[in-house]
């Protein structure tokens, strides 16, 4: 059976596969590579990554044909379940893993660049969540990078240059999977 969370953020299917005890769970993404490149990211059971030995594991299964094969009728079920069935528990997981009262009587102003990903419609909620004033930038999930998403100084100009401007306290330079993260 196959539970289809649509466009999500790596770091949300990762905790959804954990949460739910599924076997496993797969993203097509660009992540930090250039707009014209897509990658497989298999997540174990355990919400993790595979490391590079269980990549190429799964990549011996497929070459030498060692899976089962059905017909279509009996490939199992299509599921999608509503965003609150996976966006919710998400965000209460991690504001339970920090403190968030503390960050809310802070009223940090962060700055955000999704680069135009996975992300984007989500930083409103992960701002109320923690309760930081939030500036987004290249917010729009439009499939087109505004900048190479690889989150790295060179990069991230933009941000840099509006956390300067308004006195943010802190940047965040997302890859547009939201897998991976650099601090401005």
């Not at 905790?15 to 014209?36: E, F, P, S, Y």
């Not at 956390?163 to 940047?171: L, Q, T």
Request: aromatic share 8%.
């Amino acid at each position: 059976d196959v539970i289809d969370l649509g466009i999500c953020p790596t770091p949300i299917l990762q905790k959804t596969v954990r949460r739910m005890a599924a076997g496993g769970g797969l993203t097509i993404t660009a992540g930090h590579n250039d707009i014209q490149w897509n990658a497989l990211t298999f997540i174990g059971s355990d919400g993790a990554s595979l490391n590079p030995f269980q990549g190429q594991e799964v990549l011996d299964h497929y070459h030498l044909g060692n899976f089962e094969k059905a017909a279509t009728d009996d490939l199992g079920r299509l599921t999608t379940p509503p965003e609150s069935a996976f966006i919710e528990p998400y965000f209460e997981e991690l504001q339970a893993c920090v403190d968030a009262a503390a960050i809310r009587a802070a009223r940090f102003k962060v700055v955000i660049d999704a680069c135009a990903g996975a992300a984007a419609p989500y930083l409103e909620r992960f701002a109320e969540t923690l309760g930081f004033d939030l500036i987004p930038i290249n917010n729009e999930p439009n499939g087109f990078f505004p900048h190479d998403p690889e989150p790295r100084p060179r990069n991230a100009a933009q941000t840099v240059s509006v956390v300067k401007a308004i006195g943010a306290e802190a940047g965040f330079l997302l890859s547009s999977d939201a897998g991976r993260v650099s601090l401005v």
